[in-house]
């Protein structure tokens, strides 16, 4: 295999692998190779995959044999990501162009991977180190406005139906120095907005410069004295590990966006407990409202799953119950696909496929009537918008809003700027505005 020179990363699932595929791309860089301009072949092909359910990982390998080129020849190709690490070895045997098996924890080891191949071998590396692959990574590039910022990996859950604890492996957080050195040169390249980043987020825990210990509060309490940096937000969280501090940093601390994505996947007790999820209906409800009484305009977002094992019209009625309890602003939702190796595979009481369907079909319609209802809310007010991209409409440009709504809005204000707005329209994924002011705190 000839030496490339030029690379492509393709990254599928949660926001970590978005993270870890810039990451990759630093990784690269540093290497002396380019990124493949958009529309041409790279030489080196790396797919950064999701195992969550059964479609993401057959995706994988579907995206692999269409790396094949007309003319027979292919690039180097690297399965990077969850399906890497659940798959192991078995990927290559499955394909017969993957030259590089690399998990999540290893990807610090790509470039020699890389050489490995040019020699053609086959390596995989699915190992989860101590040294962690993040004090082997290149210092950040140029980012855009809005950074991710992983803190925090793996979960120690084990909701019967999920593989990350299995692909991420254990719970780490990441330590303090590390974090807000990272958040600063993040700043320093022009971001205004970070997102921490973690399977379970809120599990993270560390020791400040002063000896301190402390939960994800700490942390966010120390960001927001970076200047510069104009908003906080942090994703996901397990209702088990959300504390007071947190709860508090809410109301206390401006630059924490009133946003939550707190994932409860189904509303009756009984489907909860099969699931492993260690709360009820009710505590999560009343979670809710702890967060509600320290910020009142808090948005919520969640995620669904439809058709767990033994799920019955009766149970789904109580998702359809606590989505109208909860009113969330926006919400992910899925139809339950039964993962190898997870205890939730081996249960009884299939879902019949037509009959998940009609249940996603019927979630889908009441989730999309709460998140236009929310947006509607905010017809009339006022608000600031971060522009992170351009508009479909010439003049257009188009912002987050504190609650994570995508509001457009005619400005010549390039990306980057913070604006205030005056909502005028609302749809079911987005806000239209009237730029007021430009240049203004979160
Ligand atoms: N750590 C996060 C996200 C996990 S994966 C959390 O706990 O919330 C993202 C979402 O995928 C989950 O919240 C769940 O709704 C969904 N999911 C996970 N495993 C699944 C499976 N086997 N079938 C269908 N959806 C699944
Ligand atoms: Fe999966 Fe549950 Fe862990 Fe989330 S908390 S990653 S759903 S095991
Ligand atoms: Fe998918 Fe792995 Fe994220 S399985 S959802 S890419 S942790």
Redesign the pocket.
């Known amino acids: 295999m000839t030496d490339p020179k030029t690379f492509r990363i393709k ?7 978005v993270y870890d595929g810039e990451r990759m791309a630093e990784l690269m860089a540093k290497q002396g190779l380019t990124a493949a301009p958009e529309g041409e072949d790279a030489d080196l092909v790396v797919l ?5 359910r059964e479609k ?2 057959e995706k994988a390998y579907s995206d692999v044999g269409r790396l094949k080129r007309e003319d027979g020849s292919r690039p180097m190709v690297a399965l990077a ?3 890497a ?2 798959e192991g070895a078995e990927a290559q045997r499955r394909s017969d162009m993957i030259d590089i098996v690399v998990g ?1 924890q290893a990807y610090h080891r790509l470039p020699d991977l890389v050489a490995e191949a040019q020699k053609g071998k086959r390596p995989v590396d699915t190992d989860m180190p101590a040294i962690s692959k993040f004090d082997a990574m290149p210092a950040r590039k140029t980012v855009g406005p809005s950074a991710f910022l992983t803190v925090q990996e793996g ?1 120690d859950k084990f909701c019967t139906y999920c ?2 604890p299995y ?2 492996g254990a719970e780490i957080s990441r330590p303090w120095g590390d974090i807000v050195n990272e958040a600063l040169s993040l700043v320093e390249r022009g971001a205004r907005e970070i997102t921490l980043l973690g ?1 379970n987020v809120s599990a993270w825990s560390g020791i400040d410069e002063k000896g301190r210990e402390g939960g994800l509060e700490l942390l966010v309490r120390r960001l927001a004295k970076i200047d510069g940096l104009e908003r906080i937000r942090y994703t996901t969280s397990h209702p088990a590990d959300m504390d007071e501090g947190l709860i508090a940093a809410h109301s206390e601390v401006e630059k924490l966006m009133p946003y939550l994505h707190l994932p409860v996947q189904a509303g009756s007790d009984r489907i909860l407990k099969a699931m492993n999820r260690s709360h009820t209906a009710e505590s999560y409800l009343k979670l809710l409202d702890r967060f509600r009484a320290a910020r009142p305009d808090m948005a919520i977002s969640g995620d669904f799953i439809v058709g767990f094992p033994g799920e019955t019209e009766e149970d789904f009625q109580e998702t359809l119950a606590i989505v109208d309890a909860v009113g969330y602003a926006s919400a992910y939702s899925f139809k339950y696909s039964a993962r190898p190796g997870t205890p939730a595979a081996e249960m009884e009481g299939a879902v019949d496929a037509h009959v998940m369907d009609d249940r996603l079909q019927r979630l889908q319609a009441r989730l999309s009537a709460h998140s236009l209802a929310f947006n509607r809310s905010k017809v009339g007010e006022t608000m600031s918008i971060l522009i992170d991209r351009k508009g479909k409409r010439p003049g257009q440009m188009i912002g987050k809003s504190p609650w994570l709504q995508s509001v457009f809005a005619e400005t010549d204000a390039p990306i980057g700027t913070m604006l205030e707005v005056e909502i005028l329209e609302a749809l079911p994924n987005s806000l239209g505005g009237r730029v007021l002011r430009q240049e203004v705190a979160a």
Do not use: Y
């Open positions: 990254s599928f699932g949660c926001q970590m692998n950064n995959t999701c195992h969550i993401a990982a990501g969850c399906v690490q659940a999540p979960c593989v990350v692909t991420r399977q």
